[in-house]
T-cell receptor, first 110, second 113 residues
Framework: EDQVTQSPEALRLQEGESSSLNCSYT??????LFWYRQDPGKGPEFLFT???AGEEKEKERLKATLTKKESFLHITAPKPEDSATYLCAVNDNAGNMLTFGGGTRLMVKP | ETGVTQTPRHLVMGMTNKKSLKCEQH?????MYWYKQSAKKPLELMFVYNFKEQTENNSVPSRFSPECPNSSHLFLHLHTLQPEDSALYLC????????????FGDGTRLSIL
């Protein structure tokens, strides 16, 4: 059974204070690891897909990396508008089901 | 319209009522999904449809009944729900095949009285 654990559960940062979010996973044959952002009252918004260890993706202040056991979402010089819950999910070779982690709630103070 | 649209956005119903949630996608995808999101719990997959055929039913109680008349529309029929069914119900779509990202609607916030 696939498992995804995200840490920390909540993270408070000052504006401009860079940090990283962790997603540890156990999966039988990774087909893809996905990062999403979710704002209150909204559905998850797709950010990145990573397919193999060593792969990196960037978008504005966000950078996602992947190893064989975990993924990191690095946030460089965050702004208050980066405040949201960040979700990680994995898909295995069995089909197109996603297994989600519990999310990290990020709060960036001005 | 673009993306994934869910209606209604909010729904309050009694335990003996029957209601339906609707989802429509304008992305040309051929797979659609229902998820349940409860406070303090990870997103839970409920149902998967590939090319209008149900391929996954994640041990969901029979009081939830999905319907997929075509690859653009998905319904979740609700009857005799329990208070613990109160949650955010999210619809998503993707190209079939697990390596493609799923795109989500903004959900229906369901409250059971």
């Amino acid at each position: 059974e696939d498992q995804v654990t995200q840490s920390p559960e909540a993270l408070r940062l000052q504006e401009g204070e860079s940090s990283s979010l962790n997603c540890s996973y156990t999966v039988s044959g990774l087909r893809g690891l996905f990062w999403y952002r979710q704002d209150p009252g909204k559905g998850p918004e797709f950010l990145f897909t990573l397919y193999s260890a060593g792969e990196e993706k960037e978008k504005e202040r966000l950078k996602a990396t992947l190893t064989k056991k975990e993924s990191f979402l690095h946030i460089t010089a965050p702004k208050p508008e980066d405040s949201a819950t960040y979700l990680c999910a994995v898909n295995d070779n069995a089909g197109n089901m996603l297994t989600f982690g519990g999310g990290t709630r990020l709060m960036v103070k001005p | 319209e673009t993306g994934v649209t869910q209606t209604p956005r909010h729904l309050v119903m009694g335990m003996t009522n029957k209601k339906s949630l609707k989802c429509e996608q304008h992305l040309g995808h051929n797979a659609m999904y229902w998820y349940k999101q409860s406070a303090k719990k990870p997103l839970e997959l409920m149902f998967v449809y590939n090319f209008k055929e149900q391929t996954e039913n994640n041990s969901v109680p029979s009081r939830f009944s999905p319907e997929c008349p075509n690859s653009s529309h998905l319904f979740l029929h609700l009857h005799t729900l329990q208070p613990e069914d109160s949650a955010l119900y999210l619809c998503a779509s993707s190209q079939a095949g697990g390596s493609q990202p799923q795109h989500f609607g903004d959900g229906t916030r369901l409250s059971i009285l």
